[in-house]
């Protein structure tokens, strides 16, 4: 037994009358998504997705409009049938769910936040983040103590008889996430919640979803069209285009690694100085050319983990090279000034 | 001014009218050039009119074209040939028949030796004489006024030509545009809309000229074409009587008999539901005391409404109590009332299903649109054969043409329902019961309130109908009123629905404002 939460097995979802035919020409002619628009007048929605979510990870989804990673996603909650493929969250074979016990996982184990909020107008703050809790039946006097606890959580409390239009968008949106709390889900999935929110009050609610999230410690799936928003938030990210996966790693190896043009495009723009860690840029110390004589005993010393930020307040404070560590503390590599410069401008030398 | 982008248009222009190009990419860059009416002049146009308009393909011009020739035509036909004093000169010749007839009565009489009788007929011819004269002059003031008629004729046909010169080039740009912009429009000549034009024209104007500038015109056809058109086939007129009409009526009589007979016990237990709904709402307004009625009424008002409905309210009360009305009125309410309840028990429940299915919506809704458009007369005469007469065929005419709104609004409600937020409530889980009375119903339910006031409403304008199949109140009252045409009664009956109205109306919006919290 691993500790993937999700598992996702080439999934595939076609929209359109002829899906079946059309995936069947994929699986035995390997159609493009033009081809597949054109012959089948269907819609390649998802192609091919494979990918795990490790307990308590948060997984990061990335991809431009259409790429279909909302389509993604709602797979996991089945919101969307697949077309082909095998989807398994906690252990359990969402597709052979009986309608009754995939109505309790999405009541208890699978928690969503949306990109448009999608309260309920017509009831109180209160009721909004209990409607989970009233779907599963329980009483009143529960769904109040727990939509109490979680809008405190979000730094809601004071606005529980409140109306959702008498809450700004960035308020409604934490009601959003009180609501996902709500029924204490194992699962947390997240579509775009805070895309469409200006980028202060975006920036405040990934600070404060990053701490609710180190505390309760909920596996995540989280969509976003942002890069710079799945580096802050995500432990691994997976990019999107056309339907594919393109890419699947941490913020890390995605920066100094992209696996094509595509990916490359977007890293461009990103700052690594958080992201860019001692060991990715270091040269081994065995390999090490020194241009002038240097002494590795009165260097500073760093961790492989230092990020490149943190590097360069240390060599600013030296004129030695920097001699980087292993966990057991062992010299296993060096960075000198070139090295720094080079790996600021992104990637090495 | 060198703008290389400007030749591309240019180019457009001669690939879309691809006979004579260069002539139209000109005239097109100079209309494109001015800001207002650019006269450019098409000779072409100007001489074939409609057909060119037809080759093109625009089709616009063609009709527009032809109908106004066909009028210059018309009229320079007229001052051809037409026998223009034709009808006065008729009526001269009927007046010198009647004028003989009298005169050879007049003479019968004198023989007879009634001379006062034969007196007062050759009076009588005389005066016909004055009229068969008048008759005359004016037959020959008409055909003087041949020349003129022909001139305007010739001079407005002058005026067309110069329209469509002028006119084509603007229009043949629009659809230019149309064209480039990938709408449907034809490019180039076409020999196949020449053709449809030409058939459109030979098809039109001859019978059309001959309708409007022949005395007799049938006659004038069947001597052409050999007793066929204007014989056997009238112009003047469509050549079947009333026949079909007659064979299908009987037939649907038929139907209509065989349905009454043979599905009684149905109609019967329908008449018996709703006169059981009618009885239980006439006993709780009319045997309950009315002090007591009208106290809640006005207490319902106040509670709900607010203080100024309630003044309303009272008022109103007193306006039928004071006129006696108050026993009618009641009847009326517990007309409406039983109308309107059945049309929201049975309306919402389908307004929810065509919201959610697509395809029972579009098989309702011509459903929809001929109960609310079809005359309620219509459907009274079905009612009767099925029903009877009475209250409860009252009632159920006033379904037919009340319930209609609260379906479509309830389904429009349902379909408002934003997707996003029915998506956040499946993915917690809710069942299909659950979305509907948590999330479909609540967010639909201001449109649902409109569609109940819009029934009690027009439930409200179907009284008089119904009391015209024997549905009592105050309906009948304007009813009787009408046949006596005793205006005062109708005045005071009108008013006291229009109060009963206003009050329900006022008291419903109250109470769903106050449930929405707004003010």
């Known amino acids: 037994m691993t500790d993937n939460v999700i598992t996702l097995d080439g999934v595939w979802k076609i929209f359109g009358n002829n899906a079946d035919a059309a995936m069947a020409a994929i699986r035995e002619r390997g159609l493009g998504k033009a081809e597949v628009l054109e012959e089948f007048n269907c819609v390649v929605g998802i192609a091919d997705v494979s990918f795990e979510v490790k307990r308590g990870e948060i997984f990061c989804v990335m991809g431009l409009s259409g790429s279909g990673k909302s389509t993604m996603v709602r797979h996991l909650n089945r919101l969307i049938e697949p077309t082909a493929g095998n989807i398994s969250v906690m252990g359990r074979d969402m597709l052979t769910l009986s309608d009754a016990d995939l109505r309790e996982m999405r009541a208890m184990n699978i928690g969503m936040v949306f990109q448009h909020m999608a309260l309920l107008p017509h009831r109180t703050v209160r009721d909004n983040v209990g409607f989970p809790l009233q779907v599963r039946g329980e009483p009143k006097s529960t769904r109040w103590e727990v939509s109490q606890r979680c809008l405190d959580k979000v730094n809601l409390t004071g606005f529980e008889d409140r109306f959702p239009r008498e809450l700004s968008g960035g308020m409604q949106q934490r009601v959003g996430l009180a609501r996902a709390l709500a029924s204490d889900p194992d699962v947390l999935l997240m579509d775009e919640p805070f895309s469409a929110l200006d980028p202060l009050i975006r920036r405040q609610l990934q600070d404060q979803f990053m701490k609710l999230s180190a505390e309760l410690n909920k596996t995540t799936v989280f969509i976003t069209h942002d890069l710079d928003e799945a580096i802050r938030i995500g432990n691994r990210i997976a990019i999107m285009k056309d339907g594919r996966i393109v890419q699947i790693g941490t913020p890390e190896e995605i920066v100094t690694q992209p696996a094509d043009d595509y990916v490359r495009d977007f890293v461009e723009g990103i700052s690594k100085l958080k992201l860019v860690f001692a060991h990715s840029i270091m040269v081994p110390i065995s390999e090490y050319q020194p241009t002038r004589p240097v002494n590795f005993d009165e260097s500073p010393r760093a961790h492989h983990g230092t990020d490149l930020d943190q590097l360069i307040d240390i060599a600013t404070s030296t004129e030695n090279v920097i001699v980087i560590t292993g966990d057991d503390g062992a010299d296993i590599g060096v960075v000198d000034r070139a090295t720094l410069l080079k790996g600021i401008q992104g990637g090495k030398a | 001014m060198k703008d290389t982008n400007f030749q591309s248009p240019d180019l457009s222009v001669e690939e879309f009218a691809v006979e004579n190009g260069p002539y139209y990419a000109r005239e097109f860059a100079r209309i494109q050039g001015k800001t207002g009416f650019a006269w450019s002049w ?260 106040l509670r709900l409404a607010g203080p100024r409905v309630a003044i309303f309210t009272a008022a109103s009360l007193a306006y039928l109590a004071f006129m006696g009305l108050w026993e009618l009125a009641m009847i009326t309410v517990a007309l409406i009332g039983a109308g309107a309840f059945l049309c929201v028990a049975i309306g919402i429940p389908l307004g929810i299903w065509f919201g959610k299915s697509k395809r029972a919506y579009a098989i309702a809704e011509p459903v929809l649109d001929f109960m609310q458009t079809m005359p309620a007369f219509v459907y009274l005469i079905p009612i009767i054969a099925f029903f009877g007469t009475g209250k409860p065929p009252g009632v159920l005419a006033t379904l037919v043409f009340a319930m209609p709104p609260v379906i479509r609004l309830t389904a429009l409600g349902m379909r408002g329902v934003p997707e996003a937020t029915k998506e956040a409530a499946i993915a917690f889980g809710c069942s299909r019961r659950q979305l509907l009375f948590n999330v479909e119903l609540p967010l639909a339910l201001p449109s649902i309130m409109t569609g109940i006031n819009q029934t009690i409403l027009m439930s409200l304008s179907m009284v008089v109908i119904a009391s015209l199949i024997g549905a009592e109140g105050l309906g009948a009252l304007i009813l009787e009123a009408l046949q006596y045409a005793a205006k005062g009664q109708g005045l005071l009956g009108g008013l006291a629905i229009l109060f009963c109205a206003m009050v329900i109306d006022r008291i419903a919006q109250g109470a769903y404002r106050k449930k929405t919290g707004e003010s």
């Open chain 2, 42 to 301: 098409n000779t072409m146009a100007a001489v074939c009119g409609p057909l060119w308009g037809a080759a093109r393909g625009a089709w616009g011009f063609f009709w527009m074209f032809l109908v106004l020739e066909l009028f210059a035509l018309v009229q320079i036909g007229r001052g051809l040939w037409g026998e223009l004093g034709a009808d006065q000169l008729a009526r001269y010749e009927r007046l010198l028949g009647n004028i003989a007839k009298r005169e050879a009565q007049a003479a019968d009489l004198t023989a007879a030796g009634d001379a006062a009788g034969a007196a007062a007929k050759l009076k009588i011819a005389d005066n016909l004489r004055a009229a068969a004269d008048k008759a005359l002059e004016a037959a020959n003031a008409a055909s003087s006024t041949a020349l003129a008629i022909l001139l305007t004729g010739l001079a407005l046909m002058a005026v067309i030509k110069l329209a469509e010169g002028f006119y084509a080039n603007t229009a043949y740009e629009a659809q230019y545009l149309r064209w480039r912009s990938g709408q449907k429009a034809q490019s180039g000549m076409s020999r196949n809309g020449l053709i449809f034009g030409a058939i459109g024209l030979l098809a039109i104007w001859p019978l059309t000229l001959v309708r409007f500038t022949v005395a007799k015109p049938d006659e004038a056809m069947a001597s052409v074409t050999g007793g066929l058109l204007g014989g056997r086939l009238p112009i003047t007129e469509f050549p079947v009587g009333k026949e079909y009409f007659a064979a299908l009526s009987k037939k649907g009589d038929a139907g209509f008999d065989w349905l009454a007979n043979n599905f009684g016990d149905v109609f019967d237990g329908v008449t018996a539901g709703i006169r059981w709904v009618l009885d239980g709402l006439e006993v709780l307004l009319i045997q309950t005391p009315w002090p007591v009625v009208m106290f809640v009424t006005v207490v319902m008002a």
